[in-house]
């Protein structure tokens, strides 16, 4: 029976194999992170920048201008913020974001912290042909790695979408993480069609994302409906479930969303609760693949 049917009328084999087209594997979560820390956070910024309305074709100045206080205003803050409580993060930059602001991107490297790709001009990647992708995922890295000095080991996908050539782009591209996907809390390796990739995934959720409760959009439905500071009680409580399930604390954050100064407040007062704990391993989300995958490495086998 054809695709074209209605999802009702498709056999097993179908509906299974969408499913199992990229699904979780085994979870990676070490029994206890580098240094014995009890629980591992990963701070991560989509800069996207002016790349929203221009993936578009929107070129009003009122748009770009929203897109460029994240870069102009917004980084600033970020880093001295970051600075100050000593904490490595990952920065997720769409090439175009790169090639508009290089500054930010050496400033970002020159204080330790991660660049990742995330599209070229932050694309809808499921409306492209696969060789189109590709192409676009590669002149990406490329365009990263020229402006930083080293390739990216990971990927967040624009929008986190998947399109069904998504995963072979990754590996083919030869990225070691990805962060896009949310079937879990923890760490896991990515199956294709129930094969083991090993390619880890480090599990996004739009309850820990900015964009979902402080976004705007005057000509869509998207507008603030969450006090900031209710957000500090929300992504508390993340944080110390995940220290008690000794797992992973992953955030989401856009300097042109998080970075104004009312909002800023929270991820102070976030940073000032988790650093309140002694067991704690900040870490970039390259740091955390690696460390997911030492976990489970086999180990070598010692002569007698």
Same mark, same amino acid.
């Given at each position: 029976?054809?695709?074209?049917?209605?999802?009702?009328?498709?056999?097993?084999?179908?509906?299974?194999?969408?499913?199992?087209?990229?699904?979780?594997? @085994?979870?990676?979560?070490?029994? @206890?992170?580098?240094? $014995?820390?009890?629980?591992?956070?990963?701070?991560?910024?989509?800069?996207?920048?002016?790349?929203?309305?221009?993936?578009?074709? *929107?070129?009003?100045?009122?748009?770009?201008?929203?897109?460029?206080?994240?870069?102009?205003?917004?980084?600033?803050?970020?880093? @001295?913020?970051?600075?100050?409580?000593?904490?490595?993060?990952? !920065? !997720?930059?769409?090439?175009?974001?790169?090639?508009?602001?290089?500054?930010?991107?050496?400033?970002?490297?020159?204080?330790?912290?991660?660049?990742?790709?995330?599209?070229?001009?932050?694309?809808?990647?499921?409306?492209?042909?696969?060789?189109?992708?590709?192409?676009?995922?590669?002149?990406?890295?490329?365009?990263?790695? $020229?402006?930083?000095?080293?390739?990216?080991?990971?990927?967040?996908?624009?929008?986190? *979408?998947?399109?069904?050539?998504?995963?072979?782009?990754?590996?083919?591209?030869?990225?070691?993480?990805?962060?896009?996907?949310?079937? *879990?809390?923890?760490?896991?390796?990515?199956?294709?069609?129930?094969?083991?990739?090993?390619?880890?995934?480090?599990?996004?959720?739009?309850?820990?994302? *900015?964009?979902?409760?402080?976004?705007?959009?005057?000509?869509?439905?998207?507008?603030?409906?969450?006090?900031?500071?209710?957000?500090?009680?929300?992504?508390?409580?993340?944080?110390?479930?995940?220290?008690?399930?000794?797992?992973?604390?992953?955030?989401?954050?856009?300097?042109?969303?998080?970075?104004?100064?009312?909002?800023?407040?929270?991820?102070?007062?976030?940073?000032?609760?988790?650093?309140?704990?002694?067991?704690?391993?900040?870490?970039?989300?390259?740091?955390?693949?690696?460390?997911?995958?030492?976990?489970?490495?086999?180990?070598?086998?010692?002569?007698?």
């Amino acid at each position: 029976m054809s695709e074209d049917s209605p999802p009702w009328r498709w056999p097993e084999a179908t509906w299974r194999g969408h499913v199992e087209r990229v699904r979780a594997g @085994r979870r990676l979560t070490p029994s @206890r992170w580098p240094g $014995g820390a009890r629980v591992a956070v990963a701070l991560s910024f989509d800069a996207d920048h002016e790349t929203i309305p221009l993936r578009d074709g *929107d070129t009003s100045p009122g748009r770009l201008a929203q897109g460029e206080y994240g870069a102009r205003a917004a980084m600033p803050r970020i880093l @001295r913020l970051l600075a100050e409580y000593d904490v490595p993060a990952s !920065f !997720f930059v769409p090439a175009v974001s790169a090639l508009l602001h290089p500054r930010s991107v050496e400033e970002c490297v020159a204080a330790g912290h991660e660049i990742a790709v995330h599209g070229w001009i932050h694309e809808r990647n499921t409306l492209l042909s696969p060789a189109d992708e590709l192409a676009l995922t590669s002149h990406a890295l490329d365009t990263l790695e $020229g402006l930083c000095g080293s390739r990216p080991a990971g990927i967040r996908t624009p929008s986190w *979408d998947f399109s069904e050539s998504t995963l072979d782009v990754i590996r083919e591209l030869g990225f070691r993480y990805d962060s896009s996907l949310m079937a *879990d809390d923890e760490p896991y390796e990515l199956l294709a069609d129930g094969v083991p990739t090993g390619v880890v995934e480090l599990p996004v959720e739009w309850i820990r994302d *900015d964009m979902p409760y402080l976004g705007m959009e005057r000509h869509a439905a998207l507008r603030p409906y969450t006090p900031p500071r209710a957000l500090l009680e929300i992504w508390r409580d993340e944080f110390d479930a995940a220290r008690a399930e000794g797992g992973l604390f992953q955030l989401t954050l856009h300097p042109h969303v998080i970075g104004h100064r009312s909002r800023l407040v929270v991820l102070r007062e976030l940073l000032r609760h988790i650093r309140g704990c002694s067991d704690v391993w900040f870490a970039t989300h390259a740091a955390v693949a690696d460390a997911a995958l030492a976990a489970i490495a086999p180990q070598k086998e010692v002569s007698p």
